[in-house]
């Protein structure tokens, strides 16, 4: 079983990477990650992304002073000790790009037709709680512009609503930026003037999302292909799992699609990225069509 050097020792080590080109990853243990991380988070790297891969594998070993590829990949697939591993190997290979109000026609869409419709069709008068899941969400982003924008555009209309938006991501780096709810200005680059102003304070170039909009969100990680995690998100009335569903085959995306149906409540909706689409992927939501986007909707 593959023992790992202390990283403090490891820098002697780790410079035969650092010096001259990259250190090639071998075909056969290419295949063996692929597979490995394939089967532990549904992203799939294609043959053109080795290079990717390789690049993104060799600061893990880097830091950890491993020797070679494949003794890392020994130590992922054979220490019981590498779990604690497999949270920076998700931190490595994820690409987490987002902004805020990333999909304008999405959050249109949710605050004048979907969010209505689903509080009509609870029928309760009064305090009536919406509980709504960022699948993948990245550092948040996704998160607070929904709560934003409920926060200005429903909340005025409707006092009694309670709104609880969870973000979830499998990479915890991601979770930890979105928990503290502190970005720069290129998260906000599409934030419109009036929403800076009033729902972030602005200090050393850095804008905080405000108490009041925090407090609506909470953060965690959640692997979208686990079927274990993904039992325990249930009752969510709206789902937002945009931008990446790319990274997965087909298998992993009728899967992912799958749980995200289970999590939802009848009548609730599922958005998807602008790119994106459940064609061949599933047949059991409704399509709704809604200016410049269209949402699903389980009947
Ligand atoms: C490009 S970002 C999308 C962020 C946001 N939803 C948006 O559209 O702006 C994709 C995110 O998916 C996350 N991700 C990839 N595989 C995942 C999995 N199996 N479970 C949960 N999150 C995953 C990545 O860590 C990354 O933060």
Known sequence: MTELPN???SQINAFQYKSGSQVKLPDDVFDNFRKFIYDSCGIYFQDNKK???????????????????????DYLKYNPASSREKKYLYEAITINETFFFRNQPQLEALVTRVIPEVLASKLKPGKQKLRIWSAASSSGEEAYSVAIIISDLLKPKYPGLEVEIVGTDINHAVIDTAKAGVYKEYSVRNTP???????FNQYDGSYEVIPPVKSMTSFKT????????????????IIFCANVLIYFDLKSKIKVINHLYNSLNKGGYLFIGYAETLHMISKAFNIVNFPKTIGYKKE
Do not use: C, Q
Not at 193 to 199: D, E, G, P, S, T
Not at 222 to 237: G, P, R, V, Y
């Open 193 to 199: 003037a009036y929403y800076l102003k009033k729902y």
């Open 7 to 9: 990283p403090v020792f």
């Open 51 to 73: 290079y990717l891969l390789e690049s993104r594998l060799l600061k893990r070993i880097n830091f950890l002073g491993i020797n070679s590829y494949e003794e890392y990949y």
């Open 222 to 237: 959640a692997n979208l292909i686990d079927d274990f995690e993904m039992k325990t998100m249930t009752n969510f009335d």
